[in-house]
């Protein structure tokens, strides 16, 4: 006769994976042999994790750009405030050869400014087809 001990753990061995297999995904014939929903699971997870690095580059990145702004505020602060250039007091004195050169050069140049600016004005008002 079977010890009853026997009996029963020889039962558990012949149960347990059969109640086991029971619970896991099985594929039925014609439906192909990877589970639909864990494969979507896996998808989401896989992305998921993608945004999670994503984000935590962007936040490194800010990080960076923060500690790079900090530093050049701190570099122009240490420089300190320039004084303004201040214009020349007074006008150097000319003599009256010089005041008629400029005066003329000054002329030439209006001149040469507003033939230019007439051949952009007639460019611009050309008749178009």
Do not use: C, K
């Amino acid at each position: 006769m079977i010890p009853l001990r026997v009996l029963i753990a020889l039962t558990l061995l012949v149960t347990v994976p059969t109640v086991a297999a029971a619970q896991t995904w099985q594929p039925r014939p014609g439906e192909p042999a990877i589970d639909p929903h864990r494969y979507q699971a896996d998808q989401h997870r896989l992305q998921m994790d993608r945004l999670r690095a994503q984000a935590d580059q962007r936040d490194a990145f800010a990080r960076e750009l923060a500690m790079e702004a900090r530093l050049n505020r701190q570099r122009i602060d240490a420089i300190g405030p320039t004084e303004p250039i201040q214009p020349s007091p007074f006008r150097g004195l000319r003599s009256s050869e010089e005041e008629r050169g400029l005066r003329r050069w000054a002329s030439e140049r209006r001149v040469a400014i507003a033939a230019d600016v007439g051949q952009i004005d007639a460019w611009l008002d050309r008749p178009r087809d």
